[in-house]
């Protein structure tokens, strides 16, 4: 009987992960999950005031997770769309679209009220599958 390897994070250097106690990604099984990523890079807002901006340095952030793994989009099963403002669906959604357009994964989009930082408009989920091999 083989035993079930523990689950692998990765960290950045994100202050909140140390502060809150999280992993900005796990992987456990032949899944890995991409917690809630915002579009700061190096503690710096990309694309301020900018939904499409800001939605593609999230997902690139996440996607940089997901790299850790050895994975890339075409790994995307599911994606969630944290949002601010009901009118930034079509930049977010645009974004999404081109870099996901060809997985089309399951996903979600949701309005909130707002973030932690109030100048991030957009925060994203991602969860990958890597197979039951990997």
Request: hydrophobic share 45%; proline share 5%.
């Amino acid at each position: 009987m083989s035993e079930t390897p523990a689950p692998r994070r990765v960290q950045t250097d994100n202050p909140w992960e140390a502060s809150i106690g999280f992993a900005r990604a796990v992987a456990a099984g032949d899944r890995v999950h991409v917690a809630g990523t915002t579009p700061l890079v190096n503690g710096v807002l990309q694309g301020e005031g900018d939904p499409y901006e800001q939605a593609l340095a999230a997902f690139g952030n996440a996607l940089a997770a997901l790299k850790e793994f050895g994975l890339g989009p075409e790994s995307v099963v599911r994606t969630r769309m944290y949002l601010t403002h009901a009118r930034d669906v079509d930049a977010v959604g645009r974004a999404h679209k081109e870099l996901f357009d060809g997985v089309r994964p399951a996903a979600t989009m949701v309005v909130v009220s707002g973030f932690v930082d109030s100048r991030v408009l957009v925060e994203v989920e991602v969860e990958a599958f890597r197979g039951a091999s990997a």
